[in-house]
């Protein structure tokens, strides 16, 4: 079973940047695409990004496009969010996401959280404006 663990956030300026870390430990990391999503108080938990497992296809919330960017390195079991340009919206707790292990073909990129079956506690981001 895989256990993401998410780092790196923080208080951040407007317009600032943080990238995020989830490290996962299990030998399935290689097969499982790795997602991030988020939740505002009182909202729901929101789509971010995903990657694939062959780290060939990634996808976007309309909300972060151009903004942020997902990466992984298999090697190091871990998967980055790279986030440029924030805003006060994007203030929320950031959680990773471990897909079903070899489920989908290798740019198999799902966004919904029950195609998810592993996920961090979370990491908190706030956007100062």
């Known amino acids: 079973q895989m256990q993401p663990v998410e780092s790196g956030g923080g208080l951040v300026q407007a317009g600032g940047s943080l990238r995020l870390s989830c490290s996962a430990s299990g030998r399935t990391f290689s097969r499982t695409p790795m997602g991030w999503f988020r939740q505002a108080p009182g909202k729901e938990r929101d789509f971010v990004a995903v990657?694939?497992?062959?780290?060939?296809?990634?996808l976007y919330a309309d909300s972060v496009k151009g903004r942020f960017r997902i990466s992984g390195d298999n090697a190091k079991n871990t998967v980055y969010l790279q986030m440029n340009s924030l805003k006060p919206e994007d203030t929320a707790v950031y959680y990773c996401a471990g897909g079903i292990v070899d489920t989908g073909g290798s740019l198999y990129t799902p966004t919904a959280p029950p195609d998810f079956g592993s996920w961090g506690q979370g990491t908190q981001v706030t956007v100062s404006s």
């Open positions: 990657i694939s497992w062959s780290g060939i296809s990634t």
